[in-house]
């Protein structure tokens, strides 16, 4: 069931993100990196922004995992948005630890198969300090990955 915006729009149900790029990613990404003053706004006038995509099938926030952005992480999840579980393990892959910490500390769903297909990969990272830092974050918050 969808709830009227504003006489035009449509704003989607909260049960899934979307598909494909979509104008509000965009929206969304500029205001977070660049204007966050305006974000409240933004999203009480559209809630389902959080939910936009790029083509990657990425939301801003797992965008901003990507690219170790953990404050703006933070922030966005004040707001509400999705962590994607796919966020935690791209963020275990580029080795990016205060991501991989701030998104433990968010309640990402950790799925322990894929946590360690994530710090086996060698393709961004192979030092096997990080990998031992990364595997100690997951042993504290009860994961043995």
């Keep these: 069931m969808a709830v009227r915006y ?15 790029r979509t104008h509000g990613f965009g929206v969304l990404l500029d205001a977070v990196l660049n204007e966050p ?11 389902g922004i ?13 965008w901003l995992a990507v690219e170790n952005k953990y404050e703006e992480i933070r ?3 004040k707001f509400g948005s999705p962590i994607p579980r796919f966020a935690l ?8 630890l205060e991501t991989v910490i701030t998104l433990l500390e968010l309640g ?10 994530a710090i086996k990969c060698s ?4 030092s096997k300090r990080k990998t031992a830092i990364l595997r ?4 504290q918050f009860g994961y043995e990955v």
């Design 108 to 117: 990402a769903e950790v799925v322990p198969e894929e946590i360690q297909r």
């Design 136 to 139: 100690s974050y997951f042993s």
């Design 123 to 126: 393709y961004y990272d192979t």
């Design 75 to 77: 922030l966005l999840r």
């Design 6 to 20: 504003m006489k035009k729009f449509i704003v989607p149900r909260y049960d899934a993100l979307k598909v494909g």
């Design 50 to 62: 959080l939910y936009e995509t790029c083509w990657a099938g990425e939301n801003v926030l797992h």
């Design 89 to 96: 393990v791209h963020a275990v892959e580029m080795r990016h």
């Design 37 to 47: 003053h305006k974000l409240n706004d933004i999203i009480k006038a559209y809630p």
